[in-house]
């Protein structure tokens, strides 16, 4: 509908209300006041600074992330380096426990201490076993055997380890089947623990090989071969000096006089003397973790002998070498000095080195020592007789 000034009434009221909300904007966009420009660099820079920085480690994939710390995790020197990294945050702590991590770490980042032992401890060598780190089945495996006393958990780690051609678990299984340990004395299976020996002498293990060189020189397991057995023992220290030639960062190991005594090359230098019969005296060699946990277990009075639960366990006796740490599942089980009887091996290996180390010049003959002081010995008779008449 037109007026006489020509101007049209509005078609309805909503289009009047939206008239009026048009008029009413453009009134106040008249009238707001202009911000200047270095006021809006100042509001741009504030909101900025407000919102937070991209983290780009948060985009970053799972795949590539696994893929690194599996290199940190293979080249941890000590168990604090895995930790520190489980520790940095959430994402790391996840994924560091994944099992293809758990798989690369060393026998360094696994050396935990007896004293530092506890149910955490054992699950994180528990995962790492089933992650199938060997390392971790060999340490647990030694731990649960001889400590917990779990025998058949202990030999089983132990046979995954060796079925992973792990040298040091296939020479503590020839160990178990040379004493029959964990069962009676006619569980003994020498034959099979000839074999296992030979299996870690084959991988380079130096105390199979020379282990396996005693048992042909007595016929122990095998049949006997004087020269043959003659030959590994000369291999094993071989290889002991070739190994120490290569971690040694001065440029070699030090020659002695061959007629030099071994306990005073061992008291002077601090070194194992087991090749000074060919001139050389080198340093002794880092026992493996799993051994240095048993001595400190063992030391420390841990387990049913230390607790004074079981009055048999107390009777058990330690190897005398100070490198191996392991102890007697049953009495009489580790064999003697046959001069002295006053020490105990688990091996023939160990007694070896025991003697060059230290046992040379502390044994002596049984009857000498139990009659010292009491009755003269046969050979001072002559002696004795003078003396009274």
């Known amino acids: 509908m037109q007026t006489r000034r020509g101007s049209r009434y509005p078609n309805s009221i909503e289009e009047g209300k939206r008239r009026t909300k048009r008029r009413s904007s453009q009134l106040g966009q ?3 006041p202009r911000i200047p420009e270095s006021g809006r660099r100042k509001r741009l820079r504030s909101s900025r600074e407000a919102s937070p920085a991209p983290d780009f480690f948060d985009g970053l994939p799972d795949d590539l992330v696994l893929s690194i710390l599996s290199r940190l995790s293979s080249s941890a020197a000590s168990p604090s380096d895995l930790i520190s990294i489980l520790l940095t945050c959430k994402r790391l702590n996840g994924l560091g426990m994944h099992p293809l991590v758990l798989a690369k770490a060393p026998m360094r980042s696994l050396a ?8 955490s401890a054992h699950r994180f060598l528990k995962r790492c076993a089933d992650a199938g780190n060997l390392e971790a089945c060999y340490i647990l495996g030694m731990i649960r055997f001889y400590c917990l006393e779990n025998r058949g958990s202990g030999a089983s780690l132990m046979a995954k380890a060796a079925m992973g ?6 020479y503590s299984l020839a160990v178990i089947q040379f004493n029959g340990s964990g069962g009676s004395k006619g569980d003994k299976d020498l034959r099979a623990g000839v074999a296992l020996c030979a299996r870690a002498a084959f991988l380079g293990h130096v105390d199979a090989l020379r282990e396996l060189g005693h048992c042909l020189q007595d016929g122990y397991g095998v049949r006997r071969n004087v020269a043959e057995g003659r030959r590994f023992l000369v291999q094993a220290n071989a290889r002991e000096l070739a190994a120490v030639l290569a971690n040694t960062a001065a440029g070699g190991a030090r020659q002695v006089p061959v007629d030099a005594s071994a306990a005073a090359v061992a008291a002077a230098s601090g070194c194992c003397p087991l090749l000074s019969d060919f001139g050389w005296s080198v340093p002794a060699a880092e026992p493996h973790p799993a051994n ?3 001595a400190e277990w063992f030391a420390a009075g841990r387990g049913s002998a230390g607790a004074g639960a079981n009055p048999e366990a107390a009777a058990l006796r330690m190897c005398s070498h100070v490198g191996c740490g392991r102890r007697e599942t049953r009495r009489h089980e580790f064999r ?3 001069v002295c009887g006053a020490v105990n091996y688990c091996s023939r290996a160990c007694q070896a080195l025991d003697w060059k180390l230290a046992h040379k ?19 001072d008779d002559v002696a004795a007789a003078a003396e009274m008449g």
């Open 336 to 338: 003697r000095c046959s």
């Open 30 to 32: 008249e009238h707001e």
């Open 112 to 119: 935990i201490r007896a004293k530092n032992w506890s149910e």
């Open 292 to 294: 240095r946990f048993l």
């Open 361 to 379: 010049g502390e044994c002596a003959p049984m009857d000498r020592w139990l009659l010292d002081g009491a009755v003269p010995a046969a050979g």
């Open 165 to 170: 051609s792990h040298a040091d678990a296939l």
